[in-house]
């Protein structure tokens, strides 16, 4: 009845991205079908292009076309500096401010073993060896600073010590543009606790 | 820089889904190519199926597969009776109610003359079509009870009326476990018009 057996699979896998549910399933499976076949037709081919095509960085584990990605085969980057960070939006973001010139490591996550997630999934493997087998000064921690990225960081950040490098982790205090009314009460103490002379 | 084109053009891609912007395509394309492949080859597959196999009833203008759906097909319904539906979805909701045994024929959307969509586009001339050669008593209207949904059931209840249909809307009030406290005005106020003896 209603919709085909072949909509109902087709809502039934849009249900896998994050943040679907079955009315939005059903909403995009309409909008592919009925408003926008070509729209549909592009999510086909670049889905099935990035899903062949796209891997790892075999150093900094953010996605690839190559076996190395832009960033670690550059020879302008400096590679005494490592930069530990969650995602590769969150690595996207901090290129686009280009504030650094160092190299990266990328986890694709945080610790989260609730859902399955510990160190071997974040490729803690590969990052120790990296530290191992690299000159490496000083390793900066970029993890989120929520519950999941600070005990990641407390899990890095332990594993970088007792190989000698130093760690710091990015600074907490007022975002630009903040207004301490609307700021929340974790960050005003932060910011009181790192206030520095002016 | 950062993710590859391949990557990229993922994301773009899926801006075409209704109400998925650049963070949320981000995150889904980071969904499908790290944590879900799985899911994104069952995308793929069923994608690519649908869009090859669904296609309108020549009839109620619904989603099938067949030339004519399943409803249209059946000797069970009354094809006296015509219920004017938005969406393949509303359509689901009134057979899951199972209170209605006539025909349907499916809008595939409402009049919306700031988005391109006519009387054309929601395939009205098949509808004109459909009273003129069946022998319809009533055409109920079942558009939404929005802006759009109300002028299109105004501009189709013209039609029918012009070949001497007979014509109703679906009642409006309160819906079942409704609170006074927390309806609208305009809900309250049809309430009270279309107060029944009891």
Redesign the interface.
């Known amino acids: 009845?209603?919709?085909?057996?072949?909509?109902a699979?087709?809502q039934?896998?849009?249900r896998?991205?994050?943040?679907v549910g079955p009315k939005?399933a059903?909403?995009?499976?309409?909008?592919?079908?009925?408003r926008?076949?070509q729209?549909?037709?592009?999510?086909?081919?670049?889905?099935?292009?990035?899903?062949k095509?796209?891997r790892h960085c075999s150093r900094c584990n953010?996605?690839?076309?190559k076996e190395l990605c832009?960033?670690c085969a550059s020879p302008a980057r400096n590679p005494e500096l490592l930069c530990v960070l969650e995602?590769?939006?969150d690595?996207?973001s901090v290129?686009q401010a280009g504030i650094f010139k160092g190299m990266y490591f990328v986890l694709?996550?945080h610790l989260s073993p609730l859902d399955g997630i510990g160190p071997d999934e974040l490729g803690v493997r590969n990052l120790i060896e990296l530290l191992e087998t690299n000159a490496i000064n000083e390793i900066i921690l970029a993890t989120n600073l929520t519950v999941e990225g600070e005990a990641t960081a407390d899990y890095i950040g332990e594993i970088a010590r007792k190989r000698s490098i130093k760690v710091t982790r990015l600074a907490r205090g007022l975002p630009m543009g903040g207004e301490l009314e609307y700021m929340d009460q974790g960050t005003l103490s932060q910011a009181f606790e790192g206030r520095r002379e002016y």
Not at 1 to 7: H, K, L, N, V, W
Not at 16 to 19: A, I, K, R
Request: a negative charge.
């Open positions: 009845m209603g919709p085909t057996s072949a909509i699979a087709l039934q896998a849009l896998c991205l994050p943040g939005s059903q909403r995009m499976a309409f909008h592919l079908l009925e926008n076949r729209g549909a037709a592009e999510i086909l081919a670049t889905l099935d292009n990035a899903l095509s796209v953010n996605f690839s076309a832009s960033i995602t590769p939006a690595l996207e290129e694709m996550g």
